[in-house]
Antibody
Framework: QVQLVESGGGVVQPGESLRLSCVVDGFTVRSFAMYWVRQAPGKGLEWVAVIPYDGRNEYYGDSVKGRFTISRDSSKNILFLQMDSLRSEDTATYYC???????????WGQGTLVTVSS | EIVLTQSPATLSVSPGERATLSCRASESVGVNLAWYQQKPGQAPRLLISGAANRATGIPARFSGSGSGTEFILTISSLQSEDFALYYCQQYKKWPLLSFGPGTKVDIK
């Protein structure tokens, strides 16, 4: 059974850092492109970062480029999102999601809430 | 960047009625379009990929159609569990994926 479980969210001040984790069960993270997708309160969906199945050439949305880093630990089957220099506009629920052929999202975690506020 | 617009923003439908949701792309995406359903407090769930292919376990009352820039999600007979938010997503220009702003289907 495919399961993705995020953790690491919380309340931080602007400029601080946070690392999100997504523990995966039921498949191996190195076999799929894995994404972080976020949703600000009451707003729509925005893809944040992707790590392709081969682990090369991660990509980032323009709003987080240079501040966020996606990575994975294939031995533990965990996906990470390191978020630095956080801003109030980064406040959102962050979902990890498995991507079918790096195209659409066929499995999602339950999300973890990040709040950036002074 | 491919921009997706969805209409209407809110659709009020009675149970048992048909719901028709629209998604329009700013340029052609072929059939590289997916639809998701999201209920309050839950993650999105894949309904349709390839514009018209139902995902595993999705009831037959959900159907997708369209190609190029115009797409439709139809729910043939709304059940109580179908009242939710619906998003379209294009994957023509990987990795520059984009989502539409969503259509809320609520009870009339």
């Amino acid at each position: 059974q495919v399961q993705l479980v995020e953790s690491g969210g919380g309340v931080v001040q602007p400029g601080e850092s946070l690392r999100l984790s997504c523990v995966v069960d039921g498949f191996t993270v190195r076999s799929f492109a894995m994404y972080w997708v976020r949703q600000a309160p009451g707003k729509g969906l925005e893809w944040v970062a992707v790590i392709p199945y081969d682990g090369r050439n991660e990509y980032y949305g323009d709003s987080v480029k240079g501040r966020f880093t996606i990575s994975r630990d294939s031995s533990k089957n965990i996906l990470f999102l390191q978020m630095d220099s956080l801003r109030s506009e980064d406040t959102a629920t962050y979902y990890c999601a498995r991507s079918h052929l790096a195209l659409y999202f066929d499995s999602w975690g339950q999300g973890t809430l990040v709040t950036v506020s002074s | 960047e491919i921009v997706l617009t969805q209409s209407p923003a809110t659709l009020s439908v009675s149970p048992g009625e048909r719901a028709t949701l629209s998604c329009r792309a700013s340029e052609s995406v072929g059939v590289n379009l997916a639809w998701y359903q999201q209920k309050p407090g839950q993650a999105p769930r894949l309904l349709i990929s390839g514009a018209a292919n139902r995902a595993t376990g999705i009831p037959a009352r959900f159907s997708g159609s369209g190609s190029g820039t115009e797409f439709i999600l139809t729910i043939s007979s709304l059940q109580s569990e179908d009242f939710a938010l619906y998003y379209c997503q294009q994957y023509k220009k990987w990795p520059l994926l984009s989502f539409g702003p969503g259509t809320k289907v609520d009870i009339k």
